[in-house]
């Protein structure tokens, strides 16, 4: 991130140029400037949700963070109360995470398990995680701009119900957005997190008075030294545990690879013995079926 060349004119979000040290993709930064701009955290939610700003009566972030005690383990996510009766969980992926699916649908289950042991069922409020990322969480899934996922009969696909359920904004994919992503400003927020200069920001926040908030918002983080201390706490130990994680599971491939390797080899073996037993058996029935052949044969010569 550079500064002005005019060394008499203090540097603003308006006149920063090059690259964004801590972009929308910082999870804390994220956090941080969407607690802070309701008009801006209202828009990512009615894209997200495709509906209208005049439909948001209320919302709420239920876990703000505050930067001067904020841990560098600190979970990220922003949870959210729409209107008093709906429940949202939004987060930012960015590393690559092979147990997120179990991981997202716990997260899910938790958030769902919104009322006190004496209150009725009834109270339970709608619930939906959204997972905003540039990450391929779901191996082998169809490449998809906007996933929705919900509980459906297996056979018939009807819906079991749309009070529990996880999207995915896969960032890399906006190629596959369909017109109704566009028209819910979905492709302008996957292109506002992925902005990672000054002039692709303000180029996108142009006449956008609530993403210009956010610009300055991004901007006072970083250019505040403490707070930018704090993100690059933060953003090395999601690298360290990312590293050990990976790390981790290399070393655990290195170790039980031969193991598997010399089961895979002797399951193949039992296949191929399987496989010549079944021939065999198959020899042995049709030699049966014309042994009892010839006999009905004998019998029958007998008999004339």
Known sequence: MSKTNDNHKPVTYETATGEIEFTLMSDMMFHYVMQRS??????????????????VKELLVTNPIDLSSTGKETIMDIKLTLNDNEILNIELQVYPDKYWISRSILYLCRAYDNIGKSEN???????????????????GAEEEFYAKYRLT????????????????????????????????????????FKATTWEEFKALAKNHPDI??????????NYDNQAKEILEGQRRYREQMNSQYTAGYTDAEEKYEPELAQKESKISELCDENTELRDENTDLRDENAELKRKIAELEKAQKN
């Open 121 to 139: 069922y009834s109270s339970i409020k709608s619930t939906t995680l959204f997972c905003i990322t540039d990450q391929e969480l779901i191996k």
């Open 212 to 221: 210009e908030e956010v610009g300055t918002l991004i901007f006072e983080l």
């Open 153 to 192: 009969n297996i056979k018939s696909h009807s819906l079991y119900t749309d009070k529990f359920g996880i999207n995915v904004l896969q960032l890399n994919h906006t190629d596959k957005a369909t017109k109704e992503d566009i028209d819910n400003n979905l492709v302008y927020w996957a292109d506002l």
């Open 38 to 55: 309701e008009r801006a955290l209202t828009g990512l939610v009615c894209a997200l949700k495709g509906i209208s700003p005049s439909d």
